[in-house]
């Protein structure tokens, strides 16, 4: 009896751990591969600009590049966080040009692409400082234009920043004091995006000083006066300085639309400058105390 409970035991064990397996293991994945995603390619003039993703962020040593089927040893790799990108430039129209990636032991697609005749455009692209942002001008009108944006022109994506129809301006607000910024733009004609127009390089500086405070007026109340305004419309405004008789009324920017004193007189005279962030100052408002 003990044998035969055993027995049942043991089959019992077995058909339980039978029931539980639902298929062969699958093999574990290797951490180290590259998944390479997003492989495009664009013509810029006499330029194919390839680009593509990685999900990790690797080294342009460890890539392998291979158009129609050569190996490219001197070209150079472009790279922003996980895109990459390389300029090519190509040596007759109408044939096709593919290029496939080696990174380690992954091998990528193959993307394709035949460049076509294009349209060589003699333009400008000046960039001036404005208030708010970085004014670009170029001479001509185009059907459309691709402008393109970054730090450094080795940093400048081969992604439109922005694309414009019929315009000869662009004003780009978004932008960070004390930053540089380089440009370049095509003009897309007849589907065709044409060679590049670069800029000279800037730097973001807040150059133009903030409007002075608006509707100053006073208030006695007992022995104290108060002296109240409206804030100026401005985007990156500091706050206030305030001169009393022609002497610094506090040695700090005020960060409010009032401020008491207790100790004035009649024909007291005050001066009130806005300040912004990058320290410009305003052109004074006044006010006398009658």
């Not at 439109?160 to 733009?185: A, E, M």
């Not at 500091?238 to 506090?250: E, H, M, R, S, V």
């Amino acid at each position: 009896m003990k044998k035969i409970f055993s027995f049942l035991l043991f089959s019992g064990l077995v058909v339980s751990i039978g029931c539980g397996v639902k298929g062969s293991p699958k093999p574990p994945t290797n951490p180290s591969q590259v998944h390479i995603t997003n492989m495009s390619a664009k013509q810029q003039g006499n330029i194919l600009v390839f680009y593509w993703y990685l999900d990790k962020n690797l080294s342009t040593n460890q890539i392998n590049i291979f158009v129609n089927g050569k190996l490219q040893h001197n070209i150079k790799i472009h790279k922003l966080q996980k895109l990459y990108w390389i300029d090519y430039k190509f040596k007759q129209l109408n044939k096709e040009y593919c290029y496939k990636l080696k990174i380690k032991d992954t091998f990528s697609n193959v993307k394709c692409i035949i460049p076509h005749k294009y349209k060589h455009i003699n333009d400008k692209l000046n960039l001036m400082l404005k208030n708010n942002g970085i004014l670009l001008k170029w001479n001509n009108n185009y059907p459309k234009v691709n402008i393109y944006r970054g730090n450094d022109f080795d940093k400048i994506k081969p992604i439109p920043y922005k694309s414009l129809k019929n315009s000869h301006k662009f004003l780009d607000t978004n932008i960070k004091l004390n930053t540089r910024y380089c440009y370049y733009f095509t003009a897309t004609i007849d589907s065709i995006e044409t060679n590049r127009v670069y800029s000279d390089c800037i730097i973001f500086k807040d150059i133009y000083p903030p409007k002075p405070p608006k509707n100053l007026t006073y208030i006695i109340n007992g022995k104290d006066l108060l002296i109240i305004w409206d804030y100026p419309d401005n985007k990156d405004l500091k706050g206030f300085i305030i001169y009393k008789n022609g002497q610094p009324y506090l040695r700090f920017v005020l960060n409010s639309y009032y401020f008491i004193d207790k100790n004035w007189k009649k024909g007291d005279e005050y001066l009130i400058f806005s300040v912004d962030k990058a320290g410009n100052k305003s052109k004074p408002a006044y006010l006398k105390i009658e």
